[in-house]
């Protein structure tokens, strides 16, 4: 089977820091991938791990560790526009991708 | 650069209606997935083509179907229409099976009711 867990919701506050997590159970894995989202939009890449470690990319940075089946997403001095839906998603053999349900981030001043 | 375009941007049927759901993928690309993704969820993956066949499917019925032309756009036809069929319907375009990124256009909104 799969499964893919993320928080449904977190808020935060403009400047601040949030880490969302990703716990993920399948059978095969090619890599991780996170999305952003905003509400009515199209999904847009932010990170790929394939493997373990640390992605850093700007105020992005994406971990990976696949003994553990866990991934995070760590967003830095959040700013209003940061206010999105951010999907986990793991690619298995092929192109096609395996998503989580999600997490909404509110930023707030 | 034409990134993925998609056509129409919302849809409105009735149930056990035909549809048919129209993308063209970014220049360069030759991959094209499709996504259904209901509201409030994350996409799910329906199938791919590549070279004008259908290499992977998602746990989809029947009821949907696919085509890849020469050009490498692509079409989802979705058949019988059903009020869970209702969903934002997401291309995804990526250059040969093995790259990793994909690239999402903005999605077609299908209500059925």
């Known amino acids: 089977g799969q499964n893919i867990d993320q928080p449904t919701e977190m808020t935060a506050t403009e400047g601040a820091i949030v880490q969302i997590n990703c716990t993920y159970q399948?059978?095969?894995?090619?890599?991780l991938f996170w999305y952003q989202q905003h509400a009515g939009e199209a999904p847009t890449f932010l990170s790929y791990n394939v493997l373990d470690g640390l992605e850093e990319k700007g105020r992005f940075s994406s971990f990976l560790s696949r003994s553990k089946g866990y991934s995070y997403l760590l967003l830095k001095e959040l700013q209003m526009k940061d206010s999105a839906s951010y999907l986990c998603?793991?690619?298995?053999?092929?192109?096609?991708?395996?998503f989580g349900k999600g997490t909404t981030l509110s930023v707030s001043s | 650069d034409a990134g993925v375009t998609q056509s129409p941007t919302h849809l409105i049927k009735t149930r056990g209606q035909q549809v048919t759901l129209r993308c063209s993928p970014k220049s360069g690309h030759d991959t094209v997935s499709w996504y259904q993704q209901a509201l409030g969820q994350g996409p799910q993956f329906i199938f791919q083509?590549?070279?004008?066949?259908?290499?992977q499917r998602g746990n989809f019925p029947d009821r949907f179907s696919g085509h890849q032309f020469p050009n490498y756009s692509s079409e989802l036809n979705v058949n019988a229409l059903l009020l869970g069929d209702s969903a934002l319907y997401l291309c995804?375009?990526?250059?040969?099976?093995?790259?990793?990124?994909?690239?999402f256009g903005p999605g077609t909104r299908l209500t059925v009711t």
């Open positions: 998603a793991v690619k298995k053999a092929g192109t096609a991708l395996i």
């Open positions: 995804a375009s990526s250059s040969g099976l093995a790259r990793y990124e994909q690239y």
């Open positions: 083509y590549y070279e004008e066949e259908e290499r």
């Open positions: 399948t059978s095969g894995f090619n890599g």
